[in-house]
């Protein structure tokens, strides 16, 4: 017997005569007994209306289909198919809080939404005029340049069943009043599931406002078909320099994102500066309003 499996009861752990004695003989050395592997906590359990307890689910998965299927094909091909650039530039719209301000309170106004994407869209239809090429699109297939002499002004909506870019038809033959009531009707209308194929299809130039969620910027995907998208940024009070001195003015950032094969950088920083410049200085807009 191999006293190094016998279990001493002597000082210190001693073998005695009696430990031997008593010791049952093995053939086998003893090994410590395997130790259970950690397991995982067990998954949360929630109380069902009828009493019973079911586990909570710890994955969801949603069918991608529909508008948000859509959605993303047209988002792989703008980035496989058009090589993109950007430019910024942050704004003082004072000017143009101002205004809102003031034509929210007239006749003309009373029983409209005026919001400042209206007249930020009214600053855009009015730089597309002074730069067309802002306003086309490149055909891959028949090597051409396509310019468009009217505007489909898409105006990006987060809906329900994802992001829709409903535009509205010749935008710029409207004034801003007509403009003000077709970007109301136009999101009420994607946000209600109500928009239809001709609604959403047809866009030639996109304003996105991340701007309503809190967000300074973005730098969106130009859309298919499309060679430029403006993204407003959130207008928020901020220290700003003027007249040389320091004050708190309403600010703004712009960013365009656009198609590099069609527009080079000095026109869409034109384009972008003559946006920001009608926002500055919203008077300048009221021949067109």
């Known amino acids: 017997m191999d006293l190094w499996y016998v279990a001493g009861s002597g000082p210190d752990g001693a073998v005695t005569v009696e430990d031997v004695r008593g010791a049952v003989p093995v053939s086998q050395p003893r090994v410590p007994a395997p130790q259970a592997a950690p397991t995982a906590p067990p998954p949360q359990r929630t109380q069902s209306g009828s009493g019973v307890v079911r586990p909570a689910a710890r994955e969801e998965r949603t069918p991608i289909a529909g508008v948000r299927k859509r959605t993303a094909a047209a988002m792989i091909a703008s980035a496989r198919t058009i090589p993109q650039a950007a430019t910024a530039v942050t704004v003082d719209v004072t000017g143009s809080m101002e205004l809102i301000d003031h034509l929210r309170s007239t006749k003309a106004f009373a029983e409209l939404t005026l919001t400042p994407l209206a007249l930020v869209a009214k600053s855009v239809l009015a730089a597309i005029a002074e730069f067309p090429g802002i306003n086309a699109y490149w055909d891959e297939q028949n090597q051409q340049i396509v310019t468009k002499h009217y505007v489909n002004l898409g105006i990006a909506v987060a809906a329900d069943r994802g992001l829709l870019v409903p535009n509205i038809k010749e935008a710029q033959a409207l004034n801003l009043r007509d403009l003000c009531r077709e970007i109301g009707w136009l999101v009420d209308t994607a946000r209600s599931g109500a928009a239809t194929p001709t609604d ?54 712009l960013t365009l994102s656009f198609d590099h094969r069609l527009i080079d950088g000095e026109l869409a920083a034109r384009f972008l500066a003559t946006t920001a410049g009608l926002l500055e200085d919203p008077l300048t807009l009221l021949s067109r309003v």
């Open 200 to 253: 959403l299809r047809g866009g030639t130039f996109t304003i996105s406002n991340v701007g309503v969620f809190g967000v300074d910027t973005g730098i969106p995907l130009v859309n298919p078909g499309e060679a430029a998208i403006l993204c407003l940024g959130a207008i928020r009070k901020q220290p700003w320099v003027y007249r040389d001195e320091l004050a708190i003015r309403w600010v703004t950032t």
